[in-house]
């Protein structure tokens, strides 16, 4: 017997990838359970599939940075009392990426590469582990949304946020809606999502001379020529990253979706100062803000 759940939830995660960098994304989730009937005439029931499973995938790999620590890029060092990692990500010419968080904040894929195909290996292996034994088979399918027009990959951090995304690399995939007098804009839409193909938004207010970040030994000839320092304080621990400057990029505000709306709707403003300009910025999957200027 096969019970399933479609849309069950939205992965908010970013990556490590040699070739774009720090990639933010949005992944939705649906799973199948194929087993035995257990003393209800259920496989399991959909409350507990719902709350249990959803939680197992949100503790695992939602609002983390997800590294392939098989990639021979990566290098994870602990610190002395393992709450913290520096994970250091070579990527060579200027290009490398370099933290320091708490562990809580990685989620390590044994592979060489982050992808839905090995996030999906290493969420089955962990939700496997908490399964009712009449449960024998599980299939999960990671998607991203399909989305009819234009996109940004984006990484941020909220330090002042009280759950997750408090962490400094967690991200999205995340559609841009642009109108000028209530006529969308197709070219305006493209150019930012271009403008933020794979970007790290930072606030400028985080933004910390390199040379005073908790840098490991990969990290300490970076400069600020190559790369750019963020560094805060949550209330997870402290957090830090080094991004190189052509994949990063400020605003002067927090990074929260309300204010990444204002932002480009104020950019666009500049441009167009006689047409109301309207931006509707989406935070991953189904929800996010609107912006008029």
Same mark, same amino acid.
């Given at each position: 017997?096969?019970?399933f759940?479609?849309d069950l939830t939205?992965?908010?995660c970013?990556?490590?990838?040699?070739?774009r *960098?720090i990639?933010g994304?949005?992944?939705?989730?649906?799973?199948?359970?194929?087993?035995?009937?257990?003393?209800?005439s259920m496989?399991?029931?959909?409350?507990?599939?719902?709350?249990? &499973?959803?939680? #197992?995938?949100?503790?695992?790999?939602?609002?983390?940075?997800?590294?392939?620590?098989?990639h021979? +890029?990566?290098r994870?060092?602990?610190? =002395?009392?393992?709450?913290?990692?520096?994970?250091?990500?070579?990527?060579?010419?200027?290009?490398?990426?370099?933290l320091?968080?708490?562990a809580? %904040?990685f989620?390590y894929?044994?592979?060489?590469?982050?992808?839905a195909?090995?996030v999906?290996?290493y969420?089955?292996?962990?939700?496997?582990?908490?399964?009712?034994?009449?449960?024998q088979?599980?299939?999960?399918?990671?998607?991203?949304e399909a #989305?009819?027009g234009?996109?940004?990959?984006?990484?941020h951090?909220?330090?002042?946020?009280d759950?997750?995304?408090?962490r400094? %690399?967690?991200?999205?995939?995340?559609k841009?809606?642009i109108?000028?007098?209530? &006529?969308?804009?197709?070219?305006?839409?493209?150019?930012?999502?271009?403008r933020?193909?794979d970007?790290?938004? *930072?606030?400028? $207010?985080?933004k910390?001379e &390199?040379?005073?970040?908790?840098?490991?030994?990969?990290?300490?000839?970076?400069?600020? %020529?190559?790369?750019?320092? +963020?560094? +805060?304080?949550? =209330?997870? *621990?402290l957090? $830090?990253?080094?991004v190189?400057?052509?994949e990063?990029d400020f605003? =002067?505000?927090?990074?929260?979706v309300?204010?990444?709306?204002?932002?480009?709707?104020?950019?666009?403003?500049?441009?167009h100062?006689?047409?109301r300009?309207?931006?509707?910025?989406?935070? *991953?999957?189904?929800?996010?803000?609107? %912006?008029y200027?």
């Amino acid at each position: 017997m096969l019970l399933f759940v479609d849309d069950l939830t939205v992965i908010d995660c970013s990556y490590l990838c040699a070739e774009r *960098g720090i990639v933010g994304e949005s992944w939705i989730v649906d799973i199948e359970l194929d087993g035995s009937l257990n003393e209800q005439s259920m496989v399991l029931d959909f409350g507990r599939v719902k709350k249990q &499973i959803k939680a #197992i995938i949100d503790r695992s790999v939602d609002h983390k940075l997800l590294v392939p620590s098989s990639h021979a +890029y990566t290098r994870v060092t602990h610190s =002395d009392d393992d709450e913290s990692h520096w994970v250091d990500f070579m990527r060579p010419e200027g290009r490398s990426i370099h933290l320091f968080c708490p562990a809580e %904040a990685f989620a390590y894929i044994d592979a060489e590469k982050v992808d839905a195909l090995t996030v999906t290996d290493y969420l089955r292996a962990v939700i496997k582990r908490e399964l009712p034994g009449n449960v024998q088979g599980l299939r999960l399918s990671l998607r991203p949304e399909a #989305i009819d027009g234009f996109y940004y990959h984006y990484t941020h951090g909220l330090k002042k946020h009280d759950g997750n995304c408090q962490r400094i %690399a967690h991200g999205h995939r995340s559609k841009i809606q642009i109108a000028l007098d209530n &006529i969308r804009q197709p070219v305006l839409e493209k150019q930012w999502s271009e403008r933020w193909a794979d970007i790290y938004i *930072g606030s400028e $207010e985080d933004k910390v001379e &390199i040379k005073r970040l908790q840098r490991s030994e990969s990290a300490k000839q970076l400069s600020e %020529a190559t790369h750019v320092g +963020y560094s +805060y304080v949550a =209330d997870q *621990g402290l957090f $830090e990253l080094i991004v190189p400057k052509s994949e990063n990029d400020f605003i =002067d505000s927090d990074s929260t979706v309300e204010c990444i709306a204002e932002f480009i709707a104020a950019k666009i403003k500049q441009d167009h100062p006689e047409q109301r300009v309207r931006v509707r910025a989406f935070e *991953g999957v189904g929800k996010g803000a609107i %912006a008029y200027a």
